[in-house]
């Protein structure tokens, strides 16, 4: 058996206790309705309020490990996740992933910068990876930043960029060498507010704006701002975009089978409660023991990870799960609705205030961020299972 889940010893429940009742004193009431996935706060005060509570949290002394140079109290971190989860709002704000970057491959100096105002709250960053013309491809990127005495000076525009809207700092990928390809890339820390930089939201069919287009019209950077060294960008993005792919496969978390089996309590098939219904059953017996297999492909990659033994193809194959198991049951979720599947939010007939709707539209969304499914396909089949590689020019 690969799977250890330690049991959190009793002696933790003074601890329990004290976070628990130190987040419901400092958790912010907000305007902005929270909804499934990787989404952001719409308004400048509620952003505004969870700094405030991320911060109230920091200094009081709960600081996540990956944002801490030493790693913490294992059992106290469990805690600290499963409160700051069970809590409901965002406890890291923004793109946190360059953390590990500047881990890694940051300078000491760019490790006490960053970090501690990253955990505190105090800045907020954005991914600036995707362009219009490099996704699954992202060796292909086209910005660029040119060396221009201590400066690098940027041109390019980015694309999917989450939190961007509010971001203070971006974890940039430009092409530095005169060569095509990984080699020519470097990682750089940008400062939002520089000028020459222009952060266009983008409206989505959930109606919610996650996303946005950001434009470099000759945009400075410090050299000293380069993360790693010249050209070795590729390698420093492969470290965060691993963490970012086991955590999608873990946002699974929270169980919806049983809000699935509320709805098929709650809704009819054929004149009867669907519950009584021999293929919703079937369904949602189904999805309870695909849940259960997510649940333990998570524990699994944590056990790996505390014993150093993670593998390319853990994390691809836990997201892959959570995010094809996640899309059928919200299709699931608005069969059971029938016709009121029709009804979003603010309409009299939604149901849940329209949550499955919103669900259904952004579930293909987890199919894609972090690396489609097709990709983390390809990186199984090369990578954990040693076929071919793919031939390059085919994708
Ligand atoms: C919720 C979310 C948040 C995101 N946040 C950010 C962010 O903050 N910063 C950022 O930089 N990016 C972000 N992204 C962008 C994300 O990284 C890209 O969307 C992703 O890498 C896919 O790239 P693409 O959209 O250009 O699609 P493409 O690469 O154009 O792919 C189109 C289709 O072709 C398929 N395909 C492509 N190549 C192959 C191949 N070799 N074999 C088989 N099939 C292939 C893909 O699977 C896909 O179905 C986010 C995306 C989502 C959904």
């Known amino acids: 058996m690969d799977v250890i889940v330690p049991a959190i010893p009793g002696t933790y429940d003074g601890f329990r206790a004290t976070l628990r009742a130190f987040i419901a004193e400092h958790k912010p009431t907000l305007a902005w309705k929270q909804r499934t996935g990787l989404r952001v706060p719409d308004r400048a005060a509620d952003v505004e309020l969870l700094r405030t509570y991320v911060r109230a949290i920091h200094d009081a002394g709960y600081v996540l490990d990956r944002f801490s140079a030493e790693p913490g109290d294992p059992h106290e971190q469990r ?21 590990g970057a500047l881990k890694h491959f940051g300078t000491d100096e760019q490790r006490s910068t960053y970090l501690p105002p990253m955990a505190r709250g105090d800045h907020i960053w954005t991914q600036l990876f995707s362009e ?70 983008l409206r989505e069919m959930t109606g919610t704006t996650d996303f946005n287009e950001v434009f470099f019209d000759e945009v400075r950077v410090p050299a000293v ?58 369904q949602i017996g189904g999805f309870a023991a695909r849940s259960r297999i997510q649940r333990h492909l998570g524990q699994r990659m944590a056990t790996k990870a505390m014993k150093g033994q993670i593998t390319a193809a853990d994390a691809p194959l836990a997201k892959i799960w959570f995010s094809e198991l996640n899309l059928e049951m919200v299709e699931a979720a608005l069969a059971l609705q029938g016709a ?23 579930a293909r969304a987890w199919t894609i961020a972090g690396g489609s499914n097709e990709i983390m396909r390809n990186l199984i089949a090369e990578r954990g299972l040693g076929l071919p590689r793919e031939p390059r020019g085919q994708s």
């Not at 989860?85 to 923004?94: D, K, S």
């Not at 700092?169 to 750089?188: C, D, H, K, N």
């Not at 009121?340 to 952004?362: C, I, K, N, P």
């Open 79 to 99: 805690i600290l996740e499963q409160e700051l989860v069970a809590a409901g709002v965002p406890h890291v704000l923004g793109n946190p992933l360059v953390a």
């Open 225 to 282: 701002n380069m993360i790693g060294a010249p050209g070795e960008g590729w390698r420093v993005a492969g470290a965060s975009l691993a963490e970012e792919r086991s955590n999608v496969g873990g946002a699974g978390g929270v169980d919806p089978v049983q809000r699935l089996v509320g709805l098929a309590r709650r809704h009819n098939r054929g004149g009867r409660p669907a519950v009584e219904d021999g293929a919703v059953r079937q």
């Open 340 to 362: 009121r599947s029709m009804a979003v939010e603010g309409d009299e007939l939604t149901v849940e205030d329209g949550r499955w709707q919103d669900a259904f539209l952004y």
């Open 132 to 201: 219009p013309d490099a996704g699954s491809d992202l060796t292909s990127l086209q910005t660029r930043a040119g060396r221009d005495g201590d400066d690098f000076v940027v041109v390019g525009q980015k694309v999917w960029s989450t939190w961007a809207q509010w971001s203070d700092y971006g974890y940039l990928l430009a092409r530095t060498e005169p060569v095509e390809g990984p080699a020519g890339i470097s990682a750089f820390i940008l400062d939002m507010r520089s000028p020459g930089v222009d952060v266009r939201p």
